[in-house]
């Protein structure tokens, strides 16, 4: 019970950042993906930027809880194709689309609608799927750290630097459009 | 203090700039990760949708759905009732009160910039959007995750697959709205 409160707490939270800082915006992403605006990218730069730091800091004193999801090239790389399609299309990623279904915009609630028939159809055409493309290139869940043999804190630091000195040099659109 | 630009009554929210500034918008859905991964785990969404067909289909045709291996695996025990699912069903409600905290809570099937460019048809744009939608989850689920998982989560951890995913993701929806939204091609 107060795990489930504490996952509606957090998601609530999460929701009303995305919504308050325009991700949930189809204006905002379109105008990102066009490169026109990248507020958005900066936006994802300095939790990025903020998330390395803080995740290796929680990791460094044993208190992080990862979850490392599995390398397969050509399967990833295919996948992430098909996700960017998506992406520009709606203008909603999976999570953006339920923050933006809640502002009253329709088109987020078909786009949801879709995600869900596109779920289900992956679930039925996973066991063909795993055996063939998430089979080439297959290595696990492997992380930077681990393929390097270091603490992922020497390398979360700096490109943790790295990723918020971007965002603020990353230019930010002037005013009105 | 943020420069606001006037909401004008023809204008949807989505056109205004948003409440809260970029950095501040970054550094809260970091530290919502940082808890997460502190308390329970990295945040994660898209396996939610795979949960939410799951306990629908088992509801409505369970021989069917205990046919999918995978669904029966996402979807343990056909149950709503866990962290994963309740963080994401918190996420319109966050969005909701925010929006109406904010007065940006405006109905509007299509957006500004798909109609500047693909005319005002309502029919038009949803169908894309389903379609997109379709895309966007199976695209989710074939890779294990989205901009949620791999992106802000999977990054963050230094995972090598959501570095790939990522690149892959902004490569392909760069050039999809590039062909979608060419410059000059608009017909306002």
């Known amino acids: ?177 | 203090m943020k420069k606001n630009i006037p909401n004008r009554p023809d204008m949807s929210h989505e056109d205004a700039s948003p409440v809260l500034r970029w950095w501040a918008g970054g550094i809260g859905i970091g530290l919502v990760l940082i808890v997460a991964v502190a308390l329970v785990q990295p945040i994660g969404v898209s396996a939610q949708y795979v949960v939410l067909d799951g306990v629908l289909l088992h509801a409505v045709l369970p021989d069917i759905a205990s046919t999918s291996p995978y669904l029966a695996k996402t979807a343990q025990g056909w149950t709503l009732a866990t962290y994963e699912f309740f963080f994401v069903l918190g996420i319109p409600l966050g969005a909701l009160v925010a929006a109406m905290a904010t007065s940006r809570f405006t109905i509007r099937v299509v957006p500004t910039e798909w109609k500047k460019r693909f005319g005002s048809n309502p029919g038009r744009r949803l169908v894309w959007s389903f379609a997109g939608g379709f895309l966007l989850l199976f695209g989710a689920r074939f890779g294990g995750g989205c901009t949620s998982g791999h992106m802000i989560s999977g990054i963050s951890q230094l995972a090598i697959s959501s570095f790939v995913f990522s690149a892959a993701l902004f490569i392909s929806g760069i050039i999809t709205a590039r062909l979608l939204y060419r410059d000059g091609a608009s017909r306002c």
């Not at chain 1, 915006?25 to 803080?54: E, F, P, Q, W, Y």
């Not at chain 1, 055996?131 to 700096?158: C, F, K, N, Q």
Request: aromatic share 8%; hydrophobic share 55%; net charge neutral.
């Open chain 1, 1 to 177: 019970m107060l795990t489930l409160a504490l996952g509606l707490a957090l998601g609530a939270a999460f929701g009303a950042l995305l919504q308050l800082s325009g991700a949930s915006s189809h204006t905002k992403i379109v105008n990102a993906l066009r490169l026109k605006d990248l507020t958005i990218m900066k936006l994802i730069l300095m939790a990025i930027g903020v998330g390395l730091m803080g995740v290796h800091l929680l990791d460094l004193f044993g208190f992080a809880n990862m979850k490392v999801k599995d390398l397969y090239l050509l399967g990833l790389i295919l996948a992430g194709l098909i996700f960017g399609v998506g992406f520009a299309l709606t203008g909603y990623c999976p999570g953006t689309a339920l923050a933006a279904c809640a502002e009253g915009k329709p088109d987020a609630w078909v786009t949801v609608l879709g995600g869900l028939c596109g779920a289900l159809a992956f679930a039925f055409l996973f066991p063909e799927v795993e055996e063939s493309l998430m089979t080439i290139g297959r290595y696990g869940p492997v992380t930077i750290p681990d393929a390097a043999g270091i603490h992922g804190m020497w390398i979360a630091a700096p490109l943790g630097t790295v990723c918020v000195w971007l965002a603020m040099r990353l230019p930010e659109p002037g005013g009105a459009q």
